[in-house]
């Protein structure tokens, strides 16, 4: 798998409150099924109900998709369920932790909000990937900062990583965080909150193709 293809397409995370135990392993295969390239595990609550072997399992049909596991926030756990990687935010660890925990090869992520200066930094001390967010009004994290199109602009100039971009993203808005120079787009309800998770991922997946078409056509 090329750095391209790792980190290009749908990223799809995970919610408690969307995705129950007794069925977050047949969404997230409905997800990956419909193109996703990432799934991210995130779960807020202090008692986590699913099992090391879920995600065992998790990991398996990320692995039958050639797709990438990662785990946010909790670096330990990562680590017990040799996830492909990490996604940290500002009150996590640092990613020079992560990556002495996790070795070389593990895929690091790390949000960066609305601060370009922060995305740089990250860059430099060797983040896998930018994530930045949220662009729209977002159910998940209504208070976030917002963050708009032009800095996705900004770090595609300066910045040779590739860009995340998060936050109330659907199939209606997310092209325009394309074109503006997103490699992933990150979602919840877009896809877990859909009555057909396997439609809703095809279409936020085909997003990616129809903005690869317009630039031929230029």
């Not at 879920?54 to 049909?61: A, N, P, T």
């Not at 995305?119 to 994290?141: C, H, N, Q, V």
């Not at 900004?154 to 860009?163: G, N, Y």
């Given at each position: 798998?090329?750095?391209?293809?790792?980190?290009?397409?749908?990223?799809a995370?995970?919610?408690?409150?969307?995705?129950?135990?007794?069925?977050?392993?047949?969404?997230?295969?409905?997800?990956?099924?419909?193109?996703?390239?990432?799934?991210?595990?995130?779960?807020?609550?202090?008692?986590?109900a699913?099992?090391?072997?879920?995600?065992?399992?998790?990991?398996?049909?990320?692995?039958?998709?050639?797709?990438?596991?990662?785990?946010?926030?909790?670096?330990?756990?990562?680590?017990?369920?040799k996830?492909?990687?990490?996604?940290?935010?500002?009150?996590?660890?640092?990613?020079?932790?992560?990556?002495?925990?996790?070795?070389?090869?593990?895929?690091?992520?790390?949000?960066?909000?609305?601060?370009?200066?922060?995305?740089?930094?990250?860059?430099?001390?060797?983040?896998?990937?930018?994530?930045?967010?949220?662009?729209?009004?977002?159910?998940?994290?209504?208070?976030?900062?917002?963050?708009?199109?032009?800095?996705?602009?900004?770090?595609?100039?300066?910045?040779?990583?590739?860009?995340?971009?998060?936050?109330?993203?659907?199939?209606?808005?997310?092209?325009?965080?394309?074109?503006?120079?997103?490699?992933?787009?990150?979602?919840?309800?877009?896809?877990?909150?859909?009555?057909?998770?396997?439609?809703?991922?095809?279409?936020?997946?085909?997003?990616?193709?129809?903005?690869?078409?317009?630039?031929?056509?230029?």
């Amino acid at each position: 798998m090329t750095d391209t293809d790792r980190f290009q397409g749908l990223y799809a995370i995970t919610d408690s409150r969307l995705c129950p135990s007794d069925r977050i392993l047949q969404q997230v295969e409905s997800a990956l099924t419909g193109g996703a390239r990432i799934i991210q595990y995130r779960d807020k609550r202090q008692e986590r109900a699913d099992s090391a072997e879920q995600l065992g399992e998790m990991l398996k049909l990320c692995e039958r998709a050639n797709a990438l596991l990662i785990i946010n926030d909790d670096i330990e756990l990562a680590l017990a369920t040799k996830a492909h990687g990490v996604h940290l935010g500002r009150e996590d660890a640092t990613l020079s932790e992560a990556r002495e925990r996790l070795g070389p090869t593990a895929v690091i992520g790390v949000s960066c909000y609305n601060r370009l200066e922060l995305a740089r930094e990250a860059a430099e001390k060797g983040a896998d990937y930018i994530a930045f967010g949220r662009f729209f009004p977002s159910r998940t994290k209504p208070n976030a900062v917002s963050a708009d199109p032009a800095l996705l602009r900004s770090a595609r100039e300066t910045i040779r990583k590739p860009l995340v971009a998060i936050g109330g993203i659907s199939h209606e808005n997310g092209a325009q965080l394309i074109a503006a120079g997103a490699d992933m787009l990150a979602v919840i309800e877009a896809v877990f909150g859909q009555p057909d998770i396997v439609a809703a991922s095809r279409r936020l997946s085909a997003l990616f193709s129809s903005q690869e078409n317009n630039n031929e056509s230029f």
